[in-house]
């Protein structure tokens, strides 16, 4: 291979190339590519190798190869992902998470050509790869047809992740370093990042260890429907139709994600063609998510808190009759205005360990075994606080009153009690006196770029006086007091995968039938078992003092509308012969247990908010230690509807061939999978009181087994050498997200005051499980043309055609009467859940060119290069829209564009990248509706500039998503209007770093 710019780096930068490589040449030739001849210059190397991997491939494949050890093209492996064609990825927090090959979630993801676990990916079919330090990977291949050298296949595709092992880097030592400090433009923290390598071998056997240690504080800002928080809208109201959510969020929120990776590799030649491998692969993850702002909410109660005053009539009738509004402006009757803090901490860990005895002596025959072990731990906690503005003095009923044993009303001044005493010395408390004493009447404004809030200044009584305003008390630190302190929606997922694999290759020396040229065939057997718990964390009150259970009765809620007189455990006292429960949760000071901050900067994505006061999100870190604290214990109480075990055995059997005829080569197989499925369900009970969580009411065990024959064929045919044609046809298959199978039923509720204060109501039922429901199935075919016209040049455009042959959608399962928390049937209300989907499509047209001027040209123009593409790719789902129109798979957008322009001479390397995707669907039936929720277009800009200082050290500069994007969501009124949802606004980083080679 010629050196384009006269110079060459040390050949470990080779390796990365060659072990990315070698995962495709490997099965279809026995010389492994001779590292010497395979050079790596940063930017153009890495597209010269991408085009290497493309043209070398008897299926359709493409490859990130990174352009030094530690250093993709992107700063995470899923955002450099982006940059392949049909290939489109999801950020959370502002970073690539998951990735879509062909519009479907459904993707393979293998570690060095097998399955692994990461936890990430416990139970689902799509992997979330934040947990993945980029700098551990020499490369990504994606498979968009089916190859059956690989252990598994997506549905639309399979990628491989791509480690270094000792034997692809120099004899002797190699040893590289790299040191990053990261800054967002919001948060302004400075986060440190590590990495490094050493390897070590000779002729016959090598070792390697790579790590890697991060920190980053990602920030971004919100505003919008509260369901980004609190997850509970209702739709409609009053006797028009239009978007009328419990409440409107505006936030700040900055992910904390500490990373750790370590990699180590060791090989082995045996001798008499035995070779042996072994790796472990480890990483971990302790993410704090924490959001704090402000809600303006009808505090849960009725829908009539908002008035439309500017709309448009979309036309389309409602069940009552009357149309659906379009609404740009609102006159809001504020029941509820308070801050909140949110913060979900995740602590993750996965292990894999991969043994490999391979042979091969140069003869006929090849072979290999190969054990993988994995097991993963993820704990998902999440702790929650209201800081509650109002002082619950008009239309407050007396039942719902914050009572409280004498002994804790005897903390509080003689006058903030309030009405009559208990016979037992309880009394009624103000929970909150300087808080504001009306309802707020606000004005949203949704017509332009950003929701704009107005009558924050108007005077409102309350417990600051005459002349006060709203903008007044929420400026005033002890006008709050904690509305709630939760943990809801906890989770501990443990997972354990065993792989068993055996395969081998016998090359001909004559062609049989003049054009069979390989034959190859491998059996497998993978284990893999999960379990799910998800969990609320529950405390204790009034144990002997006034509970009805000596221990006393628990709550989910502790909050301060939480009365304690509902049927299975009641804590209070008689008043005036009347029973009165006790509140939960007494007034509290927002800086009673725990730090406070003030909140004023909402970013661009919202005005006219006064700053607010809330309990800084840090406190939370640790919610359990927390509100053990606070309330002297603090417990699991699983959510059976949530929580399940799931066991998936496959057992395989993979036979296929080469074959070579004139100007054409391929292969041709079948995969043969047996599964079988093991599922553990919770039966619900009746609902525990004083919270939304069901009583676990037992098991109940179920098992699914199928088999699917899996035909697979890949052509090539070579007019001349620059040009390749390419067809692929295959069958897939590929489970679903375990929790499709496992989940149990779930059960919703909300507040009825009108059977009772205190009293919650069943308004629908959710079944998250069946284990009867098939697989992902699909039949694949496309069609491509491949010209290479240099080292780093090429060109090629691809059809492709998915028929999704079954998948899951959700739906109406059927409708059942349970019981409210009163113990009274009242309804039938629907259960919704997984059911099998009708069938679907995907296809589409993939253009792409990468040009390496250099490939052309000498001079300054020869150190540019481009490298874009182009993917048209509408999907249909079979489900329609309310006026019939056919709906998009979720997430999945019709066009996306990538363009990426470089520069590299002898010492500066320079690169900028733009991407492009049209509005994605993100929930086709929102709140029951019948209306989608999508996402707009969204274009992202990213840029790197690095200078060798010395031929072993480099100074580099990164900037991600430069231009600030902001992505907004709306609400489509089946194509005759668009209502706004919310908005998120991720922040530019910029990361300076030095990396060294020895």
Same mark, same amino acid.
């Given at each position: ?256 994600? =500490? !990373?750790?990776? *370590? $990699?180590?590799?060791?090989?082995? /030649? &045996?001798? %008499? ?103 993963? =731990? !993820?704990?998902? *906690? $999440?702790?929650?606080?209201?800081? /509650? &503005?109002? %002082? ?114 016998? /090359? ?491």
């Amino acid at each position: 291979m010629s050196n384009q710019f006269g110079f060459r780096k040390k050949s470990m930068a080779a390796a990365i190339a060659a072990m990315t490589m070698s995962s495709v040449t490997i099965a279809q030739s026995q010389e492994t590519p001779a590292l010497e001849e395979v050079t790596v210059l940063g930017v153009r190397g890495a597209q010269e190798s991408a085009v290497n991997l493309k043209r070398d491939s008897l299926s359709m494949v493409d490859g990130i190869v990174a352009e030094d050890i530690g250093k993709l093209p992107d700063v995470t492996v899923v955002d450099s992902l982006q940059r392949i064609s049909g290939v489109q990825i999801k950020r959370d927090a502002g970073e690539g998470a998951t990735a879509n090959i062909r519009g479907l979630p459904q993707v393979m993801t293998l570690l060095n050509g097998e399955q692994y676990l990461t936890a990430g990916n416990l139970g689902g079919a799509q992997p979330t790869l934040t947990d993945i330090p980029s700098q551990l990977m020499g490369g990504v291949n994606v498979y968009k047809s089916a190859d059956l050298s690989n252990a598994l296949n997506g549905i639309t595709g399979t990628l491989d992740l791509r480690t270094l092992r000792p034997m692809g880097l120099d004899e002797g030592f190699t040893s590289t370093v790299a040191a990053e400090m990261a800054q967002g433009d919001y948060t302004g923290e400075t986060d440190p990042s590590v990495n490094g390598l050493v390897s070590w071998r000779n002729e016959t056997m090598g070792v390697l260890f790579s790590a890697s240690k991060s920190e980053a504080n990602l920030g971004n800002n919100y505003s919008g429907i509260s369901g980004g928080v609190f997850g509970n809208n209702d739709w409609g109201g009053g006797g028009k139709n239009f978007n009328a959510p419990h409440g409107y969020d505006s936030f700040n929120r900055v992910v904390e994600r =500490n !990373r750790t990776g *370590m $990699n180590l590799a060791f090989e082995a /030649d &045996l001798g %008499n063609g035995f070779n042996v491998v072994a790796e472990g692969f480890y990483t971990e993850l302790e993410e704090h998510n924490r959001a704090v702002g402000l809600n303006i909410s009808n505090r849960w109660q009725t829908l009539d808190w908002l008035t439309p005053t500017d709309y448009t009539d979309t036309g389309i009738a409602g069940n009552n009759g009357e149309s659906w509004l379009s609404v740009d402006e609102y006159d809001v009757h504020a029941q509820w205005v308070n801050s909140f803090t949110v913060n979900r901490t995740n602590t993750s860990d996965s292990k894999n360990i991969n043994l490999e005895l391979n042979y091969d002596n140069g003869g006929n025959f090849r072979g290999g075994l190969r054990a993988i072990h994995g097991d993963a =731990n !993820r704990l998902s *906690m $999440n702790g929650q606080a209201q800081g /509650d &503005l109002s %002082n619950w003095r008009d239309d407050t009923p007396k039942q719902l009153l914050p009572f409280y044993p004498a002994d804790i009303a005897a903390l509080y001044d003689e006058d903030r009690y309030v009405g009559d005493v208990g016979e037992n010395g309880g009394r009624f408390i103000d929970p909150n006196p300087l808080g504001y004493g009306e309802t707020p009447e606000l004005h949203y404004d949704i017509s332009g770029s950003h929701p704009r809030w107005s009558g924050f200044d108007n005077p409102i009584s309350g417990g600051l006086g005459a002349g006060a305003t709203m903008r007044d008390y929420m400026a005033n630190l002890d006008s709050y007091a904690v509305a709630a302190f939760s943990s809801e929606g906890n989770n501990e997922s443990d997972a354990t995968l065993d792989v068993f694999s055996a395969k081998g290759s016998y /090359d001909f020396d004559q062609a049989v039938g003049g054009f069979i040229t390989k034959v190859d065939f491998g059996l497998r057997r993978s284990d893999r078992q999960v379990e799910i718990e998800q969990f609320h964390l529950f405390s204790r009150f009034y144990a002997g003092n006034g509970a009805t259970d000596p221990a006393g009765c628990e709550a989910q809620w502790k909050a301060i509308d939480v009365v304690m007189d509902q049927d299975q455990c009641q804590a209070g006292e008689l008043v005036n012969g009347e029973f009165q429960g006790y509140t939960v949760n007494r007034p509290t000071k927002l800086y009673d247990y725990n730090n406070v901050i003030f909140v004023d900067d909402y970013g661009s994505v919202t005005s006219g908010l006064p700053g607010v006061w809330a309990i800084d999100p840090k406190e939370f870190d640790d919610v359990e230690a927390f509100q053990k604290r606070v309330f002297g214990d603090a417990y699991r109480v699983i959510v059976p509807g949530e929580s399940y075990d799931v066991g998936l055995v496959e057992n395989s059997f993979t036979l296929s061939a080469d074959f070579e005829y004139g100007i054409v080569t391929g292969n041709l197989g079948l995969r043969v999978i047996d599964t079988e499925i093991s599922v553990r369900q919770n039966v619900t009970g009746d609902i525990k009181n004083y919270g939304d969580t069901n009583i676990d009411a037992g098991d109940v065990f179920s098992k699914n087994s199928y088999t699917d024959v899996l035909p697979a064929l890949n052509l090539t045919a070579a007019p001349y050498d620059e040009l390749l044609l390419r067809f692929a046809a295959s069958q897939n298959m590929m489970p679903l997200d375990l929790g499709w199978y496992g989940g149990g039923l779930d059960i919703n509720t909300s507040d009825c005051p009108e059977y009772g204060y205190g009293t919650r109501c069943v308004t629908s039922a959710n079944a998250g499980g069946n284990p009867e429901l098939d697989p992902w199935r699909s039949t694949n075919f496309d069609v491509a043309v491949e010209y290479y016209f240099g080292g780093a040049s090429m060109a090629n455009l691809a059809l492709f055609h998915v028929d999704i042959d079954s998948f899951v959608v959700g739906g109406t399962v059927e409708m059942r009467e349970f019981a409210d928390s009163d113990g009274v049937v009242r309804r039938s209300v629907p259960v919704t859940g997984p059911v099998e989907g009708e069938g679907g499509k995907v296809q589409g047209v993939e253009l792409g060119a990468k040009l390496a001027f250099g490939d052309f040209t000498d001079g300054l123009l020869g150190n540019f290069g481009i490298d874009t593409n182009y993917t048209y790719s509408p999907s249909s789902s079979n489900d329609v829209d309310k006026k019939g129109n056919e709906l998009p798979f979720y997430d999945t957008s019709e066009h996306q564009f990538n363009f990426v322009a470089w520069y590299q001479d002898e010492k500066l390397q320079a690169r900028i990248a733009y991407n492009y995707r049209s509005d994605r669907l993100q929930d086709g039936n929102v709140g029951g509706t019948g209306f989608q929720v999508y996402q707009e277009a969204t274009n992202y800009v990213d840029a790197q500039v690095s200078y060798d200082v010395t031929e072993e050290v480099t100074v580099f500069l990164n900037g991600s998503n430069i231009t600030g994007e902001i992505e907004n969501y709306y609400i489509d009124y089946a194509g005759e209007a668009e209502q706004y949802h919310s908005q998120n606004e991720f922040e530019p980083r910029y990361t300076l770093g030095v990396r060294a080679r020895f």
